[in-house]
């Protein structure tokens, strides 16, 4: 449908048609990056899951491949659902998946390459003997899936873990392993939390306290945290928490309880779901997927003929500064795709003011830019006026504030009837303390009725002598925005009807009562990614 296909995204992992949602197994082999994916061949909505599969040199630019799991086994006949992979000590690659039976119970099953030779791994085997795992004793039927990577037990065995719940509380189960078809599970849990309700698509991961390169997904030991991810299908966001892993029973306790999983942190305060990351032995860090999915109707994706698409994947660290958060950032490939780049140096934005950018297309963006504050506007502001503000219950970029909303426009058109504001919005308590919040107003993005219109966002820790700083990527109808480095992201879905084409543009804005701002941008015109089927398979 030629009036819908502005919103395909042009830099972001797609399939050519049809509904995708998890990733699923992503690594790199043989010089390439693997990535499949839970796929609808069928149709634009979910069902009929199977895994995509696609392979790439640089994260960037994707061949797809044929099918790499169908559901063809009494084990998986529901559908082949959400799986990690393990690269072992040989080289070896081994598959974990859940299958949904003809009965639609949750089991875990084993598959592995039909070719190790084959650097773009096409064919796959099923473990003839699947599953290798099924829910145990008061685990529900329909509440046992995703099973992670596994890594090392001091031991020498292997570990996995996968989500659950009992009654309301998110839990992740341990099992131990030797061979991937023999499993032991452990007494205790790796993690709950009472609340949180089912924990899809459970990650866990080692990041380093000191270095700034990934962890290979067994390291343990001194100057090393461990990430537990949960991905909330009650709420439907991920949410992960810093803390200690204990080797020894296979739990984890999280440094902040107030901040545990499913109550605190997210990697993403917009649309973004299932996240799943694995470790690139190839360039030293641990890499983030995460799936997009729509916010229209189902009846507009059937009509666009597609839903969904991926994150650009992110490079995760843990942020030394804060001890708190981990720092995402678009995998540094995505810079190849750089064009021409424009700079603004110190432009001054008054209280109430919007200013354009000159910047020729604005529909495939890479936006850094800075912002300073006059310190005597932070020192003078009263406190206490806003001090309950949150982006979410608040009115928006058009809600005017002491020390905020500032920030830019973008996907934005010329009368800007149509505008997504990513900025900053900064608050006084009557303690004193400032807060800074991190946001995206989608409540204006599209003069469509039938989207979502909410307004995202959350705190974003700034620390002495930093200054404010936003990376944006505009990719169409996507829009990801990291804040701070990455210590809060929000990624938005939106569907301008008029902001598109040339149409777009980007404007900063400054909508604070009582507070001047100066802006030094660059901005980079993005190039299309090379997204098409492996030729002459
Ligand atoms: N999607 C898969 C499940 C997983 C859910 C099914 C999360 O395995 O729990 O498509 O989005």
Redesign the pocket.
């Known amino acids: 449908n030629s009036m819908l296909s502005w919103q395909r995204t042009a830099f972001h992992f797609q399939p050519e048609k049809n509904w995708m949602?998890?990733p699923n197994g992503p690594l790199f082999y043989k010089g390439w990056y693997h990535f499949f994916y839970?796929y609808n061949p069928n149709a634009p909505v979910?069902g009929d899951?199977v895994w995509g599969h696609a392979v790439s040199k640089d994260l960037i630019h994707w061949l797809h491949l044929p099918l790499a799991m169908v559901a063809d086994q009494w084990y998986d006949k529901n559908?082949v659902?959400?799986g990690s992979a393990t690269i072992l000590h040989d080289g070896k690659i081994v598959m974990l998946y859940?299958g949904s039976t003809t009965e639609g119970v949750q089991v875990q099953n084993l598959a592995y390459p039909a070719d190790q030779n084959d650097p773009l791994l096409v064919h796959w085997v099923k473990y003839p003997r699947n599953p290798v795992l099924v829910p145990p004793p008061g685990i529900g039927p329909n509440d046992f899936?995703?099973p992670t990577t596994a890594w090392l037990t001091s031991e020498g065995k292997w570990r996995i873990t996968i989500g659950s719940k009992i009654n309301k509380t998110g839990i992740a189960l341990v099992y131990d392993t030797k061979d991937f078809i023999n499993y032991e599970m452990l007494d205790g849990l790796l993690h709950a939390v009472p609340g949180t309700g089912m924990w899809?698509?459970v990650d866990f991961f080692p990041v380093s306290e000191t270095e700034n390169n990934g962890l290979e997904t067994s390291i343990n030991g001194h100057g090393i945290k461990h990430v537990v991810k949960a991905?909330l299908?009650d709420d439907r966001h991920d949410y992960y928490a810093i803390g200690t892993y204990n080797d020894r029973n296979g739990t984890w306790i999280p440094d902040r309880p107030n901040i545990d999983v499913g109550i605190g942190l997210r990697y993403d305060y917009g649309i973004y779901?299932?996240a799943k990351t694995f470790y690139d032995q190839n360039k030293k860090r641990r890499v983030l997927w995460g799936?997009i999915g729509e916010s229209d109707s189902e009846a507009a994706d059937v009509k666009k003929g597609w839903a969904s698409v991926q994150s650009i994947p992110r490079t995760i660290l843990f942020d030394k500064k804060t001890g708190t958060h981990l720092l995402q950032w678009p995998v540094e490939e995505i810079d190849s795709l750089r064009l021409k780049s424009k700079e603004f140096n110190q432009v001054r934005i008054q209280a109430g003011s919007v200013v354009p950018l000159d910047i020729d297309s604005a529909t495939q963006l890479d936006i850094i830019a800075e912002f300073k504050i006059d310190s005597d506007a932070l020192d003078k502001a009263t406190g206490s006026s806003d001090a309950s503000f949150d982006c979410v219950t608040s009115g928006g970029a058009a809600e005017r504030g002491a020390l905020g909303p500032f920030g830019l426009l973008v996907l934005a058109d010329e009368r800007l009837s149509e505008q997504t504001p990513v900025y900053f919005y900064m608050t006084k308590g009557s303690d004193g303390n400032l807060k800074t919040f991190f946001c995206n107003d989608q409540s204006r993005s599209s003069k469509a009725s039938d989207v979502d219109k909410h307004i995202y966002g959350s705190l974003v820790p700034v620390l002495r002598g930093e200054n404010l700083s936003i990376r944006i990527l505009v990719d169409h109808s996507i829009i990801e925005s990291f804040g701070q480095g990455g210590r809060t992201v929000i990624t938005s879905r939106v569907y301008p009807t008029k902001a598109i084409h040339g149409a777009a543009k980007v404007f900063l804005f400054n909508n604070a009562t009582e507070l001047n701002v100066t802006a030094s941008l660059k901005t980079w015109q993005m190039n299309s990614a090379f997204i098409q089927p492996y030729p002459n398979l």
């Open positions: 949602n998890d839970q979910w899951i559908g659902w959400t859940t899936r995703d899809e698509c991905s299908d779901y299932a799936w």
